[in-house]
């Protein structure tokens, strides 16, 4: 089982629709999740952080968090097609209870947004 | 502000060559990484420094692989005896301290031929 995974896509919406990435981690223990955005050719861009349970808004991204179930989704409303990217969930790796540093990450969800 | 620097952005080099990739983190900011990522795949964790010292040097693959930061700013990735499989994109990334967000410089994407 992969440290954090996430549906490799490619997940395509209308412009203007609800986007729902998700992903799920193994190490219960974990703390910090962060959502990055990756343009074709780019290097990754920080768009989400969370870390306690619930729901983070910043203008049309919401993160969402739930421990107990070990996953994180990011929802992106009202689509763009300039949202078209791969989307990276990251969580800190764990050593007892403190946070390593080292990110881990899944491979990444592509999402396509049509006009 | 400036954000993380990185130096070449692109590198081609023979099979068996050293390179030496840089990195300029955002000012004030103590811990630096570095991650390779290859094609199709998130970036993989290769090593971390708080300040002058690597912290966890976990993701070298191996002892061709070595890191420096000596005044804990700038840091130097360094490979020795380059092989085809070490072509990937090497990013590197900051952040104030361990727990919070990490941000990434733009890479270097390392061809070994």
């Known amino acids: 089982q992969k440290e954090v995974e996430q549906n490799s896509g490619p997940l395509s919406v209308p412009e203007g629709a609800i986007a729902s990435l998700n992903c799920t981690y193994s190490?219960?223990?974990?703390?910090?999740f962060f959502w990055y955005r990756q343009y074709s050719g780019k290097s990754p861009e920080l768009i989400m952080s969370?870390?306690?349970?619930g729901d983070k808004e910043d203008g049309r991204f919401t993160a969402q968090l739930n421990k107990a179930s070990q996953y994180v989704s990011l929802l992106i409303r009202d689509s763009q097609p300039s949202d078209s990217a791969t989307y990276l969930c990251?969580?800190?790796?764990?050593?007892?209870?403190?946070?390593?540093?080292?990110?881990?990450f899944g491979q990444g969800t592509t999402l396509q947004v049509k006009p | 502000g400036a954000g993380v620097s990185q130096t070449p952005s692109n590198k081609v080099t023979e099979k068996g060559k050293y390179v030496e990739l840089r990195c300029d983190p955002i000012?004030?900011?103590?811990?630096l990484y570095w991650y390779r990522q290859s094609l199709g795949q998130g970036p993989e964790f290769l090593i971390y420094?708080?300040?002058?010292?690597?912290?966890?040097d976990s993701g070298l693959p191996n002892d061709r692989f070595f890191a420096v930061r000596p005044e804990g700013s700038v840091s130097t990735l360094k490979i020795q005896r380059t092989e085809r499989g070490d072509s990937a994109v090497y990013l590197c990334?900051?952040?104030?301290?361990?727990?919070?967000?990490?941000?990434f410089g733009p890479g270097t994407r390392l061809t070994v031929t």
């Open positions: 990334a900051s952040s104030v301290d361990r727990n919070y967000e990490q941000y």
């Open positions: 190490d219960r223990g974990s703390q910090s």
């Open positions: 969370i870390y306690s349970n």
């Open positions: 990251a969580v800190n790796g764990v050593r007892g209870s403190s946070n390593t540093g080292k990110l881990i």
């Open positions: 000012s004030g900011h103590t811990a």
């Open positions: 420094f708080q300040g002058t010292g690597a912290a966890d």
